[in-house]
């Protein structure tokens, strides 16, 4: 997104001031005069000459800083808009990649089943159609009514999310048929921030992986490396006759927008079949507890 660059300002008022006060003194240095009168005379025309220059220096630098701040006002104002539809996007990327890619994910692997078992998993997968779309439909009534909220209001906010929650996302994971395990650290003293990120990390990586390879195993690795909180989701690779589902593309640059935002950082690619992604955020301490694996 193109940002426009911060105003500067660049006044020569004053050096215009000095410059002109300077030939004044050379020009009266210069002139001849002897006769009191003459000298009285030249000494009132420097003094109203140096008075209306430093009047003019003034008012123009006070109308420059003027201008200046009200430019710098509408900078910043453009920028806190910007911000303000970035975080917008990302919300309505995890509502569009996540409940409606599951959606999706779940609607072509139940079409492809057939006999007594096709039936019972197309039950279900219409039970789990029916959550996700309800929850999508209520996120996006939350959106929109905070878009919609005027300035003096406190629109409803959904709680944030924290570690406790990654089991959650990984059994959701599961229910959109990715065979995910994951393993994370006893983690202490983790802002909410960096817990927030975690979360949309884990999310957003087997949302990829559901997409692109189907009911895979995937494995979500949580824990601490010289204090710096490590992330890892990576999956075996497409199963056989998968087609791949294509999100909006949104979805890595997203993570790295939010790791950076920490001081953090992103790393995703292909490791062998399947696809890895890295995040490391600096979060503080540097105890890392015995990581205890989930079952699946």
Known sequence: METTARPVLRSRVWLTAALALAVLGVVLATTGVERPVAVAVTAL????????????????????????????TAWAAERAAQAERLRIARDL???????????????????????????VERVRALADIERTGRAATTELRRMLTVLRAPGGEAPPLRPAERLADLPQIVEDARAGGVRAVLTAADLADV????QLTV????????????????????RVTVGRE?????VVAEDDGPVAGWQPH??????LPGLRERAAALGGSVEAGQVGPGFRVTARLPDGTDD???ARPERP
């Open 45 to 72: 025309v420097g003094a109203v000459v140096t008075f209306f220059v430093l009047v003019w220096a003034l008012s123009t630098s006070g109308r420059q800083r003027r201008a200046y701040e009200e430019d710098l």
């Open 191 to 194: 802002s909410a921030g960096v």
């Open 199 to 218: 979360c949309a990390i884990v999310r957003e990586s087997l949302a990829n992986t559901a997409r692109h390879a189907g009911p895979t195993v995937a």
């Open 288 to 290: 890392v507890p015995a």
């Open 246 to 251: 294509r999100g909006a593309g949104q979805g």
């Open 93 to 119: 990327h995890d509502l569009a990649s996540h409940g409606l890619g599951l959606i999706t994910v779940r609607a072509a692997a139940a079409r492809t089943l057939e006999g007594p078992a096709g039936d």
């Open 226 to 230: 010289s204090g710096t909180l490590v």
